[in-house]
């Protein structure tokens, strides 16, 4: 069976109806890190309930290649709450009235030292769409000038990784941030493999 495009009509008709109904919101805890919440919902179905939500602080992060196009730059770091340990790439929370581009670049710096010579956006995304609101916006730059040492002193130790064996650690389960991971796909499937 082949698949058939949607017209917009098609899709406006579909977002009214199919739509979920938020009655209201009342917060259940509040942190400077973390919101929960209970939400009064309408299913299409018509079907009325609480459902919880929570909110974390949007992000920024960056898939950063070296100046050969090679090497990607990544830090080995302990997660506490899963307790697992994997490969990140570098990124935190975007400041009250900072661009997520301007948060990437600032993270870059500190947690690395490095400015990278290229960046653009490269994907948004939600990772658990179901009840948590928390924005990841993943740049992509290429060549990076080191022009200071990093100022994180918690964020692990980057170093450059071959690109070449990034699906090897995708594969072996060393890449678990969803950040990371959604980035790092997003560039393989590029059609040159690195974003050139």
């Known amino acids: 069976m082949e698949a058939k495009d949607v017209s917009q009509h098609e899709a406006d ?16 805890y509040e942190s400077k890190w973390v919101r929960v919440g ?19 602080p949007p992000v920024a992060m960056t898939v950063l290649f070296d100046d050969d196009n090679d090497n990607v730059l990544m830090s080995y770091r302990h997660r506490f709450a899963p307790d697992i340990w994997n ?19 600032r993270e870059l710096v500190e947690e690395t030292g490095y400015r990278p010579r290229r960046i653009e956006h490269l994907v948004t995304f939600e990772p658990a769409v179901g009840m948590l609101r928390n924005p990841n ?18 964020e692990g130790k980057f170093q ?3 690109f070449r064996d990034i ?7 060393k890449i678990a941030n969803s950040g ?9 499937a590029m059609p040159s493999s690195t974003g050139e």
């Open 38 to 56: 209970m939400a009064d919902l309408s299913q299409p179905s018509g079907e009325r309930f609480e459902h919880h939500t929570v909110w974390f």
């Open 167 to 173: 699906p090897k650690l995708i594969d072996g389960g």
């Open 87 to 105: 490969w990140e790439i570098p990124g935190g929370i975007i400041e009250p009235d900072e661009a997520p581009k301007d948060t990437a670049i």
């Open 13 to 28: 008709v579909e977002e009214r109806t199919g739509a979920w109904i938020v009655h209201g919101e009342r917060p259940v």
């Open 180 to 188: 990371a991971l959604i980035g790092l796909l997003r560039v393989l």
């Open 137 to 154: 916006h993943v740049f992509l730059a290429r060549g990076a000038e080191r022009i200071s040492d990093p100022t994180e002193k918690n």
């Open 160 to 162: 450059w990784v071959p």
